[in-house]
């Protein structure tokens, strides 16, 4: 009896489990170039930019996890050109540069048991060893200490945030700088690499 109400517990997990992935999956895509939507950096995804002085600007992209470094990084550039030519300047030069890769690593399933959440799965469990399957995991929510083999899947998920300082002038760009760019031409060659958001 107490096996069979662990096994109804755990197929109504899954369930829900599978279902919200599918449902999860089926709308999410990478992040467009877009001004940042959320007030954290888990939820942010987009750009956004701070004037620092008349021709001085600091520049950030976040994507999400299905959102590559080099998409990333080209999107900074593109906001870099696209915001040269609305503050009326023809090059930027980037004084600074940087890449943050995030990664955090999920446990599937990672629904269910005491404590599941947008954190993943806790709850008190106890390892230990039997002589002839080797060592085992018990969880007094859902496991059976001596049927159930608990085979996680983990993976590891990254995500990156690129950020960029840049000096903006006007007039042809310095030939000498090799981090001068032409904000009219970047935007021309990347403009049809742009994902911009789908309309509603």
Known sequence: MLKSSFTRRRV???TLAVAGGLTLASCMTAT????ATGSSAATRGGYSDTQIENNRFRISFSGNTLTSRETVERYLLYRAAELTVQNGFDYFVLSDRDTEKKSQTYRTPGLGGYGAGPWGYW???WRFYRPRWGWRSYDPFFDDPFWNDRDWDYRTVNSYEATAEIVTGKGAKPGDNLRAFDAHEVLNRLGPKIEMPKTK
């Open 123 to 125: 709850g008190p469990s």
């Open 12 to 14: 109504a997990v899954l």
């Open 32 to 35: 467009p170039y877009q001004p």
